[in-house]
T-cell receptor, first 109, second 117 residues
Framework: QKEVEQNSGPLSVPEGAIASLNCTYS??????FFWYRQYSGKSPELIMS????GDKEDGRFTAQLNKASQYVSLLIRDSQPSDSATYLC?????????FGAGTRLFVKA | NAGVMQNPRHLVRRRGQEARLRCSPM?????VYWYRQLPEEGLKFMVY????????ESGMPKERFSAEFPKEGPSILRIQQVVRGDSAAYFC???????????????FGAGSRLTVL
């Protein structure tokens, strides 16, 4: 079992729709959870961090964490073509941050 | 306030040569991480360092790869006797602290893209 699993996609949504990205992780001791966005040929950049169960909202982005289910999700409201990128789920179970393989998102204008 | 600085951005080496990749963390950051990314794949953890200490190198191949973060100067990822399979993007990231608000948040450099001919 991979430490962090994501659906590789691609996920295609129309402009203005809600994009839903999901992630599961294997280490129950994990305390820190992140979503990074990576445009093609660029480096990852932090979108959201979440440390406790529940929802965390920041603008059009909402991160959801359920530690009992070992599940993290990211919702993007009012999706824009500029949101088209690969979204990396990341978990920090110990000294290192482990990344999922990423989900490709395409937002169609 | 400069971000994480990596150089070179692009490096071409022939098989058997050595590659040295450098990373200067963000000001105030004392934790450095190296990741490797193959085309169309995710980030693979290689090594985590603090000044003069390797904390976790569980993701780094046992042979040909080494990393350091000296008291003075940048962190260096060294790959000896490169092979074609080493061709990848190598990203360095730094973080400020492991505790409290913003714990373990990584800031990435632009990456160094190694091509082995």
């Amino acid at each position: 079992q991979k430490e962090v699993e994501q659906n590789s996609g691609p996920l295609s949504v129309p402009e203005g729709a809600i994009a839903s990205l999901n992630c599961t992780y294997s280490d129950r001791g994990s305390q820190s959870f992140f979503w990074y966005r990576q445009y093609s040929g660029k480096s990852p950049e932090l979108i959201m961090s979440i440390y406790s169960n529940g929802d965390k909202e920041d603008g059009r982005f909402t991160a959801q964490l359920n530690k009992a289910s070992q599940y993290v999700s990211l919702l993007i409201r009012d999706s824009q073509p500029s949101d088209s990128a690969t979204y990396l789920c990341a978990v920090n179970p110990s000294f290192k941050t482990i990344f999922g393989a990423g989900t490709r998102l395409f937002v169609k204008a | 306030n400069a971000g994480v600085m990596q150089n070179p951005r692009h490096l071409v080496r022939r098989r058997g040569q050595e590659a040295r990749l450098r990373c200067s963390p963000m000001k105030g950051h004392s934790h450095v991480y190296w990741y490797r990314q193959l085309p169309e794949e995710g980030l693979k953890f290689m090594v985590y360092l603090q000044k003069e200490n390797i904390i976790d190198e569980s993701g780094m191949p046992k042979e040909r790869f080494s990393a350091e973060f000296p008291k003075e100067g940048p962190s260096i990822l060294r790959i000896q006797q490169v092979v074609r399979g080493d061709s990848a993007a190598y990203f360095c990231a730094s973080s400020q602290d492991r505790l409290g608000s913003g714990a373990n948040v990584l800031t990435f450099g632009a990456g160094s893209r190694l091509t082995v001919l």
